[in-house]
Structure formats: C-alpha cells, structure tokens
C-alpha cells in the first residue's frame, strides 16, 4: 500500500527560527512529490520536486528530495507569523496519479 | 497555474437534505476532476474522481450513491451530498490537475455542516 509519512505532525517556533519538515514515502512507481501550504481554506502549491539532490528554492522555502532513501524535507528560514499554515507533503501514486497526502505537519510561529 | 471556482463557500442543512456542490476550471477545460475530503485536524482524504462525459471513480469506502458526482462539461463537476447527516459534515475540496504534469490545483473548498 502506497504511503506519505510526515513529521512532526505539529511544531511550534518563534519569529526567526529555522524549521525543517519531513516527509517520507514508499509508493511504486515513484514519479513525483508535492509540497502544499494550506491555511484557511484551499492548499496552495508550493513545489514539486522530481530528481534527487536539486534544492528548490522561492524565497524563505527550499526542498529536497531523495530518492534513494525515500524522503523530502521542506526547510523555511527566518520564519514569520504568516508561515503559520498546515504543511502537506503528496505523492501521485495509481493509474490515475490520483494525490496520495500525508498527514500535514501543523506549524505555529509565535510572534 | 489553473484557476478552480468552487461554490458555495459554506452551506448549513438539515439532516435528511440533499446539498450540491459545484466546481468549475476556469482557464482551461478539464476532462477529469478530483474530490477531496477533509476532516478537522486531518490529511485530504481523495473521494472520487470525476470524468467528464462518463461514470466517477470513487475510492474505497466512498458510497457512490451518498455522493452523487457530475461531470457533464469539461468546465464543471458537481458533487452531490444525498440525504446528508451529521457525520457527513466535513469540507469538501475539488482539484484539477492540468498538462503536462501532476501538479494539482484546488478550489477554494466547502464547508459543510449538517445539524
């Protein structure tokens, strides 16, 4: 059975910490994994990564996968109150790459 | 990205009623469509997939005739909560996933409560 594994499951930091977010998985047929941010409503995309080694990075946000041991972990630096959100880690798995979801790290950052 | 319009944003029935759901892809035509499920404090949980001029595909578990989907354009789904009841409140999320890869985009959800 395909599986996405996150950790922590919740984490809570202060303004201008540095916090990295894991995500592990085992699916057949490995073709991609996906970082969403969800706040109030609809999550919203933030990378999708392919190859392993490749650092992604927009802004504060950077992800990296691996492969062969079969992780990604989504790092956010100098965290501000607006990084406060569910952080979800998705893998396509089945005929249809149908979005196999972890569970979501919940992050708080406190002023 | 693809733009996704889902309404109504927030709907309370009565237990017993039946209450739609729509989704619609804006930007670009959408032969097949995903229906999310969320519980409070937990992980999208994939209901359906919707296919534009034929039947759904519905998960496991997923009770094909509780959740009545639609998609008779390429441009809209519709989800169908028949009879709803309390355990069915949940929010409900819709996704499309444009060429050429698996990026998926989402609406903006629907929360439902049934008393």
């Known amino acids: 059975e395909d599986k996405v594994v996150q950790s922590p499951l919740s984490l809570v930091v202060h303004e201008g910490d540095t916090v990295t977010l894991n995500c592990s998985y085992e699916?057949?047929?490995?073709?991609?994994l996906l970082w969403y941010k969800q706040e109030k409503k609809a999550p919203t995309f933030l990378f999708m990564l392919?190859?392993?080694?490749i650092e992604k990075k927009s802004g504060r946000l950077s992800s990296i996968l691996d492969k062969k041991e079969l992780f990604s972990i989504l790092n956010i630096t100098a965290t501000q109150t607006g990084d406060s959100a569910v952080y979800l880690c998705?893998?396509?798995?089945?005929?249809?790459?149908?979005?196999?979801f972890g569970k979501g790290i919940t992050l708080s950052v406190r002023p | 990205g693809a733009v996704v319009s889902q309404h109504p944003s927030r709907v309370i029935c009565k237990s017993g009623t039946s209450v739609k759901i729509e989704c619609r892809s804006l930007?670009?035509?959408?032969?097949?469509m995903f229906w999310y499920r969320q519980f409070p404090k937990k992980s999208l949980m994939l209901m359906a997939t919707s296919n534009e001029g034929s039947k759904a595909t519905y998960e496991q578990g997923v009770e094909k005739d509780k959740f009545l989907i639609n998609h008779a354009s390429l441009t809209l789904s519709t989800l169908t909560v028949t009879s709803a009841h309390p355990e069915d409140s949940s929010f409900y999320i819709c996704s499309v996933k444009p060429p050429p890869n698996e990026k998926l985009f989402f609406g903006s959800g629907t929360q439902l409560s049934v008393l």
């Open positions: 699916v057949t047929n490995f073709r991609s």
């Open positions: 930007d670009f035509q959408a032969t097949t």
């Open positions: 392919t190859s392993s080694g």
């Open positions: 998705a893998v396509p798995t089945g005929a249809n790459s149908k979005l196999t």
